[in-house]
């Protein structure tokens, strides 16, 4: 048997493996006694997309049902111009938003990782980047129901790990010594989630009390990123404003077609 030919001049030869990233063959770093690696869980994580999606499309429908109440209430359906542009907007920003979450699926479940130690939780992931948390900064935990966020009120920071990851009620046990966990439901609960993940940054060692006090903190963060995987550095990394930038494009075009209707209504 020959060399193997390259499909593009040979279109009998077989299929090759396909790549989802070029980091996808990176081996997993083995690690040290007292530090425990969390991923993904499929079917939870599965159970998330589609409840963001669902309340994306009620959110979207409720939209989408007002405007067209609106275009009818003052007679505009009957002008195409206006009626077709701003009917189907709404359905494609969807659409678009929609089809970035499930790319940002992908990326998740290949590089997403939470590691713990024990006064250290570091998560890391594609669109989320990396954020850590110290034990001895933890000034207080809330959970909702989306998972937990663990806030570090006097370095200003927050950490929030979802109920998709795997094995999450093993990761809860392990922080609840570092702070009283309070129940978050409601609209103040997720809104305290939104401000804290504005907040989510990897830690400065040498600021706060904490690392002045027990250096060897430093020490065991070193070792905590030492084995931390390097994968979800190959896609891209949306901060939060780049989530904000979704909702406001989304609103915008959602304004500016309903002053293009008010302009043609004032003629």
């Not at 006694?33 to 409840?51: M, N």
């Not at 980047?129 to 966020?149: C, H, M, R």
């Not at 663990?150 to 093993?170: T, W």
């Not at 931390?228 to 494009?249: P, Q, T």
Request: charged share 20%; with cysteine; glycine share 6%.
């Amino acid at each position: 048997m020959g060399p193997p030919q390259d499909r593009a001049l040979d279109p009998y030869a077989p299929p090759r493996a396909r790549r989802e990233s070029p980091a996808a063959d990176e081996p997993k770093v083995e690690l040290p006694a007292g530090i425990r690696r969390y991923g993904l869980d499929a079917g939870e994580y599965a159970k998330v997309l589609r409840s963001a999606t669902l309340r994306g499309f009620v959110v979207m429908a409720l939209m989408y049902l007002l405007f067209v109440g609106f275009l009818e209430f003052n007679g505009l359906l009957e002008e195409p111009f206006i009626a077709i542009p701003n009917l189907v907007a709404i359905p494609l920003v969807f659409v678009v938003i929609h089809a970035y979450v499930r790319r940002m699926r992908r990326a998740l479940f290949a590089a997403f990782e939470v590691l713990v130690s024990e006064r250290v939780l570091r998560r890391v992931g594609p669109h989320v980047g990396a954020a850590e948390a110290l034990q001895p900064d933890v000034t207080s935990i809330f959970e909702t129901k989306a998972g937990f966020v663990l806030v570090c009120k006097d370095v200003g920071s927050a950490l929030f790990v979802s109920r998709a990851v795997g094995r999450y009620d093993e990761i809860r046990a392990h922080v609840a010594p570092w702070a009283p966990i309070e129940p978050a439901s409601g609209l103040s609960g997720w809104w305290r989630a939104v401000l804290a993940s504005f907040r989510q940054r990897t830690r400065n060692v040498g600021q706060g009390a904490a690392a002045l006090r027990d250096p060897s903190l430093a020490a065991e963060l070193d070792l905590v990123r030492a084995v931390s995987s390097e994968r979800w550095k190959n896609y891209s990394s949306a901060r939060v404003w780049m989530r904000l930038m979704w909702v406001i494009l989304a609103f915008a075009i959602f304004v500016f077609l309903t002053g293009q209707a008010l302009l043609l209504l004032a003629r």
